[in-house]
């Protein structure tokens, strides 16, 4: 997928997205529906930086938000929230396809213990958004930004924006100088050959 014309916020319907199918909302719909964060699109245009805002069905998971967004889930930044032992907070990026390995991020943080923060940390710290959907812009909450080092491999990544209903297609490259994005090791190593070669 590339990157169209810079658009300051090119929606793509949910309708046209789920093909013309009606979906009745229940009640927990309407609690976690809500637009775009208010800050990030200011923020993206404020540094200019291309993008493409979508609207897409409901999701809960960075995997499902990438097959609603159609894209390649390993190019799907998930943005985490972690504490340190000593107080700091950080925003930690990896591919959808990743988890966090904290023994690693602990080493990135240099910090003595790191946890995923709770539902209230991050209701607290980065107000604006549903839980879970977090753009990594620490700018906008007043957190660093630590990605794995797979992120950079990308060209374009999608995140969320916030929402469990929008996420936005930029250049890496345009996102990680805007946001000063440091680079460590983050990610939990999975051996993905066959169990035959690893024995």
Known sequence: MTLGSWRRATVVGAASAAAGKERTMNAADVATVSGPHAGLLDWLASHRIEHELHEHPLTY???????????????????????????????????????????KARRVLDAGRVRLMTEAELTEW?????????????????????????????????????????AVLVDRGAWERAAHVTYGDLAIDVDTRPAWIRS
């Open 61 to 103: 998971t960075a995997r499902e938000t990438a097959r609603a967004e159609g894209v390649d889930p390993a190019t799907f930044a998930k943005t985490l929230g972690i504490a340190t032992d000593d107080g700091r907070h950080a925003l930690v990026v990896v591919d959808a396809t990743d988890q966090v390995d904290l023994v």
């Open 126 to 166: 980065l107000p604006g958004c549903d839980v879970g959907t977090m753009p990594p812009v620490g700018e906008l909450f007043g957190l660093p930004v630590y990605a794995d080092f797979a992120v950079r491999a990308d060209p374009v990544i999608t995140f969320h924006a916030g929402s469990h209903r929008f």
